[in-house]
């Protein structure tokens, strides 16, 4: 048994003897966390291109997904290798957003973020439960992804 089963199983027994008395609170949390994001998002968005510095919204609109998401899927029950994945994967698309800001370290600092995101999602599905549906979905398309390569490789 792995840390991921392990840490699966400690969170499904945790939201399982404190029921709704960490849910609901999760829950408020996770959709807390979630709207601002949005709302920060639709900000710099609406801001764009008026001189208005977004770096410490786009930050802070990043947090508060990467943290709100996997908050808010644990409350509803979605097992705790799925919100991880969910929040890595929020934190690519917050890596790659911030890289759009203007300014060489930044950009390169959001490309760094969002790649190594990326490598912990394949990472970390290749070794989470079978029971993980964003793993399987992962597992599926690098599986896909090394097949076409090696034909593309092995052809030429």
Sequence with gaps: MNILDKLDALVSALIHQLGLAVQIPGFVLGVG?????????????????????AIGTRIVAGAAIVIGLPILLTAIGTGATDSLLWSLIALTVAGFWLAG????????????????????????????????????AVRSITHQASVVWTNLVHHN
Excluded: W
Excluded at 34 to 51: F, M, Q
């Design 101 to 136: 800001e203007k300014g060489k370290m930044i950009t390169f600092i959001g490309i760094v973020i969002g790649f190594l995101a990326v490598a912990a999602v394949i990472g970390i599905s290749q070794s989470a439960p079978a029971d993980c549906v964003i793993a399987t």
């Design 33 to 53: 966390l979630v709207v601002l994001a949005i709302v920060l998002y639709r900000n710099v968005r609406d801001s764009h291109g008026k001189g208005n510095p």
